[in-house]
């Protein structure tokens, strides 16, 4: 296949953690004719979409829906809850907990970062022997760390620090619906998810759930907040409306995802993620790449792998897209050019699991790594249960 072949964003298979793919229903559905957000139409849609999106956080409360993009809902916990000066503990695993740290340290939380090899879930008991160290406000958890690969036991996290008094901040952007994550079972304070990821809605929203204490501690907190006042956004979602102007035409598109997941199930969709990380893990091992975590820690949203006989991550990446048309996703601060994370997350199926690991294959083979593709599909197939 010729480069030249490659026109446009639209010829390329995308099988990155996010943005992920969007389904054409969802597309036309984001193409509808604009409304006004204070009006009766638009009170209905979003009152729907609130009542929707409890299921997928597994919780009683009001996820609140803001224009912004996970990043910015990672800010809205830290600062509707969280003084200049509260101690914090953050559990840091990959790019995106380090992240997390950052937003905390730039509004003057006093954050101690507890940090994993990358590529290694958080150890429950380094975690425990850090809290007794201290006086913790709040606990910062990744449970997908999209940039290594890892899901972290989230539900053990969050027993421990709710023992330790402190207030469990959770970001599950990557993680949630495609792998478990019970904001009310698993006592969570403050969860954030986004659209891009397995909501199948282009980037741009980003949904925030608060548990009664951590309403509790909005009303003393006292770093600066305007934008991502959640107190503002709860007040207003009781009249079906946004505090701010919303992006409209992604509620369009979350409107008709969320009847997806509805339509799929939510404990399919989160089997569906589980058999594709089995597939691609088999598979992409024939083909001679070592997987960055265990398989007990495996993210059902994206592999990550080291190529085989010592290639570098993004000269592969490179030929896998202009000459393969196949975009996979590269390694972050200490991995990068030494990973590719194959994605599997959202509106991904059997089929783009399979045609990746061929593109894969075949690129190997162009560079003259001995593989037997055939094989790989194989084993794939086998462990989809296919």
Not at 6 to 13: I, M
Not at 86 to 99: E, K, P, Q
Not at 144 to 156: A, D, K
Not at 335 to 340: A, E, R, T, Y
Request: charged content about 20%; some cysteine; glycine content about 12%.
């Amino acid at each position: 296949m010729g480069s030249h072949f490659l026109d446009s964003q639209e010829d390329l298979l995308l099988l990155i953690p996010g943005p992920t793919p969007v389904p054409g229903r969802v597309l036309r559905a984001g193409s509808r004719p604009m409304m006004n957000h204070r009006c009766p139409a638009f009170h209905e849609l979003l009152t729907s979409i609130t009542a929707d999106l409890r299921g997928c956080f597994g919780t009683s409360g009001d996820p609140l829906t803001l224009t912004a993009s996970g990043t910015g809902g990672l800010e809205a916990a830290v600062v509707n809850t969280l003084s200049p000066g509260d101690a914090v503990l953050s559990v840091v695993t990959g790019a995106f907990g380090v992240r997390f740290a950052e937003i905390a340290t730039a509004y003057g939380a006093n954050v101690t970062r507890l940090d994993f090899e990358w590529g290694q879930a958080a150890d429950p008991a380094a975690v425990a022997d850090a809290l007794a160290a201290g006086d913790y406000k709040a606990v910062l958890l990744t449970l997908n760390e999209t940039s290594t690969g890892v899901v972290n036991p989230v539900q053990q996290l969050a027993a421990l620090a709710r023992e330790a008094g402190a207030l469990v901040l959770v970001d599950a952007i990557s993680g949630l619906l495609a792998t478990p994550c019970e904001t009310d079972g698993w006592d969570l304070d403050v969860v954030v998810a986004g659209s891009q990821k397995a909501f199948m809605i282009p980037p741009g929203l980003t949904f925030v759930t608060m548990s009664e204490r951590a309403w509790t501690a909005s009303k003393s907190a006292t770093m600066p907040r305007f934008y991502f006042d959640l107190a503002a956004a709860a007040k207003t979602l009781e009249k079906g409306e946004n505090p701010w102007t919303p992006a409209v035409s992604l509620l369009y598109g979350l409107r008709e995802s969320l009847d997806m997941i509805v339509e799929e199930g939510l404990s399919n969709v989160q089997r569906r993620h589980e058999r594709l990380r089995d597939g691609v893990r088999a598979g992409a091992a024939e083909l001679g790449f070592t997987p960055l975590a265990e398989a007990a820690v495996a993210s059902p949203a994206v592999t990550s792998f080291r190529p085989p006989g010592g290639l570098e991550g993004d000269a592969l990446r490179k030929i896998l897209r202009n000459k393969y048309g196949l975009e996979l996703a590269g390694g972050q601060g200490p991995l990068k050019g030494k990973i590719v994370r194959f994605g599997h997350l959202g509106y991904v199926h059997d089929a783009d699991v399979l045609k990746g690991l061929s593109l894969l294959g075949a690129a190997l083979d162009e560079l003259g790594h001995d593989v037997d593709a055939g094989r790989a599909l194989a084993a794939a197939r086998e462990a989809m249960g296919r």
